[in-house]
């Protein structure tokens, strides 16, 4: 008897190569033009303008990373020592680090538990004399709510610098996150919407701030051997841009396919009282870098156990964030408020995955494997 084909591991994301990615990056190795000194090659330019209209930004300055994007931002807006900077502490600890090397003092808010992104009142709470910016993070592809966010800015005179890591297309009462903000900084690491290996961006409206990025992102110079600002090399390479921009062009397709399969799933994995299904608001549109249910349990054991069961079914289940930031060893020094709802979704979140190659057989056998383990285990 022939034996039955095994199931894939559904990854809880995935890089989608095709071959015009391939041939793209082909053509840049074969022209031997991989890199330009002053960051300004035609493919890193090419892909600069691109992603600038698909953002509606006037502008684009790439980079190697969203790390180096999130450090050239706050560089270029004057954050020093002395400073403080309000972020959440449940999101990748990107954005604290960019915060410390500046010189600056993170301060953790906390989150609202239905976005998962940072909670307005919170901020309000945070705000000190030595406030000078807020670091808006759209966790897991769900926008944060701007509008108060911006006026809070405004009323205090802070910066608000939108890390949108996670979030490419997603959309706040119509505009395109990273566009809201005075700056927006994206990654395109390889297991983001869309990848170009290593990589990220900042895109702003202000072209005092674009220039200076744009020095900052190369040895802090303006042109060849005139360097005016303290800069570093955060340069995107041709091979970078090239990939990004074959990227660039499929990423509507992408999102397409990652909002039909959450839709899905939460038609399959709704209904059941223990599972908290992500909502959107209406004046928001998510671009599900991964789909985040909530087990309603006080034990964060429980819910790992579920994690690994899922893992040992081939679904490639994750906990983003299982430790807060301001609990991070390293960051036990900054002194931080109680974060209570912070504290709650890390013992209740579970990240599965709704990437383009996730299938609808996919779907069906992560909601019924999910619904089985809640009734065993809560």
Known sequence: MPRAKARRFIRINEPIIERDDIEAVTEVLESGILTDKMGM???????????????????????????????????????????????????????????VWTGATPVF???DLSTYTIDPDSIKECITPNTKAIIVVHLYGMPADMDPIMEIAEEHGLYVIEDAAQAHGAKYKGKVVGSIGHVGCFSFYATKIITTGEGGMVVTNDKEL????????????????????????????????ALGLSQLRKIRKFLKKRRENARKLTKEIGGMAPIIVPVV????????YVYTIRIRTRSGKVRDKIVQKLKEKGIDARVYYSRPIHLMPYYTVYKTKPLRKTKLAT????????????????????????????RKYV
Request: hydrophobic share 45%; aromatic share 10%; proline share 5%.
């Open 41 to 99: 090659g035609p493919y890193v330019t090419k892909f600069e303008q691109e992603f600038a209209k698909f953002v509606g930004t006037k502008y684009a300055i790439a980079t190697n990373s969203g790390t180096s994007a999130l450090l050239a931002a706050l560089s270029a807006l004057g954050i020093k020592q002395g400073d403080e900077v309000i972020l959440p502490s449940f999101a990748f600890v990107a954005a604290a680090e960019a915060v």
């Open 109 to 111: 808010a906390d989150i």
């Open 281 to 288: 608001p209406k004046d928001r549109k998510h671009s599900w």
């Open 210 to 241: 674009a220039d200076k990025i744009f020095a900052i992102r190369n040895h802090g110079e303006t042109s060849p051997y005139r360097s005016f600002y303290l800069g570093l090399n955060l340069r995107m390479t041709e091979i970078q841009a």
């Open 347 to 374: 013992k209740q979140v579970i990240c599965l995955p709704v990437h383009p190659r996730v299938e609808d057989r996919d779907i069906k056998y992560m909601a019924e494997s999910v619904k089985k383990l809640v």
